[in-house]
T-cell receptor
Framework: KNEVEQSPQNLTAQEGEFITINCSYSVGISALHWLQQHPGGGIVSLFMLSSGKKKHGRLIATINIQEKHSSLHITASHPRDSAVYICAVLGISNFGNEKLTFGTGTRLTIIP | DAGVIQSPRHEVTEMGQEVTLRCKPISGHDYLFWYRQTMMRGLELLIYFNNNVPIDDSGMPEDRFSAKMPNASFSTLKIQPSEPRDSAVYFC??????????????FGPGTRLTVT
């Protein structure tokens, strides 16, 4: 079982719909990152959070540390939101240093 | 700032050849990370450096892979000899600091490697 599980793997929705992408993890973490990978391959960091909720424009990220779960929401989705969204957890490696472990991503397609 | 720079953007080579991937981090960033992305396994950390010193290389698949950071503005990832299963996109990322949740990583555009 992977340490970081994302669902769904693929999501297709109509423009304007409310989108939810989920991330569950099985290890202790100090923080969780959400990343966006554009169709061209570039990766950008969207959020870093360790508790509660963060909001940037139409994007909202929440985390529940007790339940080991995070969600990424997109309100009023737009075709330009089409991308792969990757969840990554910051934990402690076997060497005692912090490292990111990534989920396999959720491919989001927004249809006009 | 130009961001993290990687070269080449695409590399096609034959099995057994040596491959060298290059990365220039953002100026002033003390941490540099090398990642590999495949369809099957997603993004995986290979190695990372702090102030040019390797900190964690536990993700390096085997002895065929090596990474160096001779100075603060340049790093290489070398595969010798290359094999078809090394085909992937290799990303370099840098960060001004690391630890806790305070710092994000800035990713380069990636190098798509194909080994035939």
């Amino acid at each position: 079982k992977n340490e970081v599980e994302q669902s769904p793997q693929n999501l297709t929705a109509q423009e304007g719909e409310f989108i939810t992408i989920n991330c569950s993890y099985s290890v202790g973490i100090s923080a969780l990152h959400w990343l966006q990978q554009h169709p061209g391959g570039g990766i950008v960091s969207l959020f870093m959070l360790s508790s509660g909720k963060k909001k940037h424009g139409r994007l909202i990220a929440t985390i529940n540390i007790q339940e080991k779960h995070s969600s990424l929401h997109i309100t009023a989705s737009h075709p330009r939101d089409s991308a792969v969204y990757i969840c990554a957890v910051l934990g402690i490696s076997n060497f005692g240093n912090e490292k990111l472990t990534f989920g396999t991503g959720t491919r989001l397609t927004i249809i006009p | 700032d130009a961001g993290v720079i990687q070269s080449p953007r695409h590399e096609v080579t034959e099995m057994g050849q040596e491959v060298t991937l290059r990365c220039k981090p953002i100026s002033g960033h003390d941490y540099l990370f090398w990642y590999r992305q495949t369809m099957m396994r997603g993004l995986e950390l290979l190695i990372y450096f702090n102030n040019n010193v390797p900190i964690d290389d536990s993700g390096m698949p085997e002895d065929r892979f090596s990474a160096k950071m001779p100075n603060a503005s340049f790093s290489t990832l070398k595969i010798q000899p290359s094999e078809p299963r090394d085909s992937a996109v290799y990303f370099c990322a840098s960060s001004p600091a690391w630890g806790g949740h305070r710092y994000e990583q800035y990713f380069g555009p990636g190098t798509r490697l194909t080994v035939t």
